[in-house]
């Protein structure tokens, strides 16, 4: 049996010859038992890789079930449907129910769902979280949806394809000799199609990600949405920011041990590996699918206008146990550090000018 992820992949290269850069980076964080996402290492908090802004504090949970009790309203109050993709430890969903639980009426008529790739993840949810929820393997497995489907940071974990352009638009292929290299071959219609539905011309030696998992993602979800919203929060751009000359090395990142590299062939199987996503291109492979894009903003615009200084203000007021650091950290985290880096996309159908509040603070796509 081969003794490490490394090897089953040199192994993979030496069968097959050289394997795309996006199936590399869906067996270093997918392949089972040894990958990333599929092992049984801690992967955030203190002794983990990262943090999200759920670890920090239930606040995020219920500012997010807030805007869901707007949702609910502007669909009538009817049965609404929770869709989460990718709930990690859990935290972010308990979080949500527990505030959605002073509701008896939304929270009655509420169905949760989970989508999740990992086994592990999957088996920490089932440890924190209630019998309300039910795990699927697919949205397909769901039909006429009414309600919201969302995920917080599960979109900058798809494998993505890696191009560059020189003299035509090449895709990156991982090789091994001695150790793994790059090389360069022809890239398929199906990534320059990508780039010209998006207007995109890149200049030479512009290096980025294309993320076609992400427009079939929002093309499923499309397909199982009747009436509601799509809520996407994650790190990212829009196209204008995604494709400006200083992103010219392309937006890949690796997280080990709370520091960041660019070197995804190190460590394989105990980083994760990410790629910022384009907002853009979600707007634009929904609009295709028949989804309207309603909002985006940044994390930070998102929380306060749903109100989070006010809510911290009454928790200090209330005699909170929040400290002056602790209450600096969640200020830092939400509205300076992650509220900056972290976009909110707002989309969905059937519903005419939807105004949400978390969406005061719109900016362009």
């Known amino acids: 049996m081969p003794a490490s992820l490394t090897d089953i992949i040199i192994q993979k290269i030496r069968d097959k010859g050289p394997i795309s850069f996006r199936d590399f980076m869906e067996m270093a964080l997918y392949y089972p038992e040894f990958g990333y996402y599929t092992s049984s290492s801690e992967k955030i908090g203190k002794h983990g890789d990262y943090y999200t802004s759920p670890y920090f504090s239930g606040i995020f949970g219920e500012m997010l079930a807030k805007q869901f009790t707007d949702m609910w309203h502007m669909l009538g109050k009817q049965p609404f449907t929770i869709v989460e993709y990718g709930a990690g430890p859990g935290t972010l969903c308990r979080d949500v129910l527990q505030q959605l639980k002073n509701q008896p009426e939304l929270y009655d ?22 019998e309300k929820i039910k795990w699927i393997n697919s949205i397909s497995n769901l039909n006429n949806i009414n309600g919201c489907i969302f995920s917080n940071e599960c979109v900058d974990n798809f494998a993505v394809h890696r191009v560059v352009m020189e003299d035509e638009l090449m895709e990156i292929f991982v090789d091994y000799k001695n150790g ?25 030696g512009f290096r980025t990600e294309i993320n076609l998992e992400a427009t079939e993602w929002i093309a499923d979800i499309a397909n199982a949405l009747q009436k509601g919203f799509v809520l996407t929060i994650d790190y990212g751009y829009p196209a204008y920011e995604y494709y400006h000359p200083q992103r010219k090395r392309g937006t ?9 590299n660019e070197e995804p062939y190190s460590f394989i199987g105990e980083q994760d590996i990410t790629a910022h996503v384009n907002f853009t291109a979600l707007s634009h492979f929904g609009k295709k699918h028949g ?8 994390q930070s615009n998102f929380l306060l206008s749903l109100g989070l200084t006010n809510y911290l203000r009454e928790l200090e007021q209330g005699g909170s146990e929040f400290t002056e650091s602790e209450k600096g950290l969640l ?35």
Do not use: W
């Not at 090389?183 to 990508?194: D, G």
């Not at 539905?197 to 030479?204: I, K, Q, R, S, T």
């Open 252 to 260: 890949l990142t690796c997280y080990n041990k709370h520091k960041t």
């Open 291 to 298: 989804l309207d894009t309603y909002s985006f903003t940044n």
């Open 180 to 204: 793994f290299i790059e090389i360069l071959k022809p890239a398929s219609i199906e990534l320059k199609k990508y780039l010209e539905e998006l207007n995109v011309v890149l200049p030479e």
């Open 331 to 365: 200020i830092n985290t939400f509205l300076m550090d992650m509220g900056k880096k972290f976009q909110v996309l707002m989309q969905g159908k059937g519903i005419a000018r939807p105004f949400l509040p978390g969406f005061r603070f719109s900016k362009p796509l």
């Open 109 to 130: 008529q509420l169905d949760y769902y989970i989508i999740e790739k990992s086994p592990v993840m999957q088996e920490k949810e089932r440890e924190i979280l209630p």
